[in-house]
C-alpha cells in the first residue's frame, strides 16, 4: 500500500464529510472525536456515490439515498448488512494521507 496526499487537516471538520479523490478513488474523510477515518465514497447497498452528502453524526453517516447508516471507523452498518471499504489515514504535518 502507498499513501497518497488527501487533503489539509484543517478541512476535515467534525460533523460533516471531505470528499476528496486519492489514487483515483472517491472517498470521504470524517473526524470523530480528534480521529480522521477514510472510508470509499460508495455505499454497497446500490453502489451510491453520495456518502459525502449524507447525514453525520457520532462517527455514523447515513446514506441519503435510503438510510443505511455505518460507522466510519469500522465500515461496520449499524441498521443494515454491508460494510463500507475503509482505509488507513495518517496526519503529517498538518497533512491528511491516505493508504490506498
Not at 28 to 37: A, L, N, P, S
Not at 67 to 89: C, E, H, Q
Amino acid at each position: 500500500m502507498s499513501a497518497y496526499f488527501a487533503c489539509n487537516s484543517d478541512e476535515v471538520k467534525e460533523g460533516r464529510g471531505k470528499k476528496a479523490v486519492v489514487d483515483g478513488e472517491e472517498i470521504v474523510i470524517f473526524k470523530v472525536e480528534g480521529q480522521v477515518c477514510a472510508v470509499l465514497n460508495v455505499c454497497p447497498h446500490q453502489k451510491f456515490q453520495k456518502l459525502h452528502e449524507g447525514m453525520f453524526e457520532n462517527g455514523i453517516v447515513t446514506c441519503p439515498m435510503h438510510g443505511w447508516a455505518y460507522d466510519v471507523r469500522t465500515g461496520i452498518s449499524t441498521n443494515a448488512d454491508g460494510r463500507l471499504k475503509t482505509f488507513p489515514v495518517e496526519i503529517k504535518n498538518g497533512k491528511v494521507f491516505v493508504e490506498i
